[in-house]
T-cell receptor, first 116, second 113 residues
Framework: EAEVAQSPRYKITEKSQAVAFWCDPISGHATLYWYRQILGQGPELLVQFQDESVVDDSQLPKDRFSAERLKGVDSTLKIQPAELGDSAMYLC??????????????FGEGSRLTVL | EDQVTQSPEALRLQEGESSSLNCSYTVSGLRGLFWYRQDPGKGPEFLFTLYSAGEEKEKERLKATLTKKESFLHITAPKPEDSATYLCAVTGNYGGSQGNLIFGKGTKLSVKP
């Protein structure tokens, strides 16, 4: 069964350091999402890609977060510098046609970030 | 503002004790309501999508229903392996929920043998 791959699964870093997360969506899925989930809360959208283009990054803290999907396949989310409040699970999801076309989102297992 | 509220926050059941989880939503033009299951330390796993009031979907011991204001996830004769957090999410036709999922905080279900 096809899956969304994410790495690393766990990352511990000190504040002010740079961190990066990688996501490989299900093959053929044009829409890719990065969500952040704080413990005890539901996931919240950070950025959405359609192929290589950003569709929505209105909730991405652009002073420290960046995301790219250069070839329209895999994607990288970067945080620089990390702050204590960034400790969370970072989830990648993909969709064949996107929610606007009635598709479902399939999530990866997530990358758990702890900032000390 | 688009919003999803789930209740209860936590639910403890004995094996075989049926119950329901509630998801109340406010969204500008509902396009779809989604149920996901999330195990500790894992990503959400897709369960159901409901699109219109009156729609029902079933999967094993789970049945999801939808009205114009809320959705229920009914769990019949649960087993310990059904223990997880169940997340509800909506996507709408307008505003912040368009093309995006707005999630509730989830209901943490524990089923004791």
């Amino acid at each position: 069964e096809a899956e969304v791959a994410q790495s690393p699964r766990y990352k511990i870093t000190e504040k002010s350091q740079a961190v990066a997360f990688w996501c490989d969506p299900i093959s053929g899925h044009a829409t890719l999402y990065w969500y952040r989930q704080i413990l005890g809360q539901g996931p919240e959208l950070l950025v959405q890609f359609q192929d290589e283009s950003v569709v929505d990054d209105s909730q991405l803290p652009k002073d420290r977060f960046s995301a790219e999907r250069l070839k329209g396949v895999d994607s990288t989310l970067k945080i620089q510098p990390a702050e204590l409040g960034d400790s969370a699970m970072y989830l990648c999801a993909s969709s064949l046609g996107g929610l606007a076309l009635g598709g479902e989102l399939f999530f990866g297992e997530g990358s758990r970030l702890t900032v000390l | 503002e688009d919003q999803v509220t789930q209740s209860p926050e936590a639910l403890r059941l004995q094996e075989g004790e049926s119950s329901s989880l509630n998801c109340s939503y406010t969204v500008s033009g509902l396009r779809g309501l989604f149920w996901y299951r999330q195990d500790p330390g894992k990503g959400p796993e897709f369960l159901f999508t409901l699109y219109s009031a009156g729609e029902e979907k079933e999967k094993e011991r789970l049945k999801a229903t939808l009205t114009k204001k809320e959705s229920f996830l009914h769990i019949t004769a649960p087993k310990p392996e059904d223990s997880a957090t169940y997340l509800c999410a909506v996507t709408g036709n307008y505003g912040g929920s368009q093309g995006n999922l707005i999630f509730g905080k989830g209901t943490k279900l524990s089923v004791k043998p």
